[in-house]
């Protein structure tokens, strides 16, 4: 059961440009929704959150957008850098800190 | 200020061998949790636990796979009888005592658990 899911598994973009990612869950229960990035052979390296009672946080080059009635987040990269070429998964707090995680978006920024 | 460490980094068993997975969290972070990465899905919760204690074991199988974190050294994942499809990446994260609202979980590098 797929709570987390991250359609268009690639995106390529021009450096400078906008990158937008979006995710979208089924369970009404999360209440914290992160955004991680991995680059191959490491650990997810946390971005961004938010909190399901907010629908926008800003931090640097990173925007998160939270949609609730819609059940829908997105990631905003501006301006996109080479270094951001990485996947990036969407993940969704529930439970005992349990994390649910879409299956990744990989992303190319071309210099 | 290391960060989660897990090894190793990579193991390769034959079937019905066990294996050994280690993890030690961040510098003050008592909770920890493992997740499993089969290629190309997302990360899978397996286990939450605290020193000595087990909260959460929803996510793992019921039989082959345990998880302990004791209250000297790092936190091990074991299966034992590996089969084949136990070949996976499996990531260990951490966070702080609290569990407030946005509690970060912080990830090590993974454990890629290849069985032939």
């Known amino acids: 059961d797929q709570q987390v899911k991250q359609n268009s598994p690639s995106l390529s973009v021009q450096e400078g440009r906008i990158s937008i990612l979006n995710c979208d869950y089924t369970?009404?229960?999360?209440?914290?929704f992160l955004w991680y990035k991995k680059y191959p052979a490491e650990g997810p390296t946390f971005l961004i959150s938010?909190?399901?009672?907010?629908d926008k946080n800003e931090d640097g080059r990173f925007t998160v957008f939270l949609n609730k009635s819609a059940k829908h987040l997105s990631l905003h990269i501006v301006p996109s850098q080479p270094g951001d070429s990485a996947v990036y998964f969407c993940?969704?707090?529930?439970?005992?800190?349990?994390?649910?995680f879409g299956k990744g978006n990989q992303v190319v920024v071309i210099p | 200020n290391a960060g989660v460490m897990q090894n190793p980094r990579h193991l390769v068993r034959r079937r019905g061998q066990e294996a050994r997975l280690r993890c030690s969290p961040m510098?003050?972070?008592?909770?920890v949790y493992w997740y499993r990465q089969l290629p190309e899905e997302g990360l899978k919760f397996m286990v939450y636990?605290?020193?000595?204690?087990?909260?959460?074991e929803s996510g793992m199988p019921k039989e082959r796979f345990s998880a302990e974190f004791p209250k000297e050294g790092p936190s091990i994942l074991r299966i034992q009888q590996v089969v084949r499809g136990d070949s996976a990446a499996y990531f260990c994260?951490?966070?702080?005592?609290?569990?407030?609202?946005?509690?970060?979980?912080?990830f090590g590098a993974g454990t890629r658990l290849s069985v032939l």
């Open positions: 636990l605290q020193k000595e204690n087990i909260i959460d």
């Open positions: 938010i909190s399901s009672i907010k």
């Open positions: 510098k003050g972070h008592s909770h």
């Open positions: 993940a969704a707090r529930y439970g005992n800190n349990r994390l649910a």
């Open positions: 369970n009404s229960m999360f209440d914290y």
């Open positions: 994260a951490s966070s702080p005592p609290s569990l407030g609202g946005g509690n970060i979980q912080y």
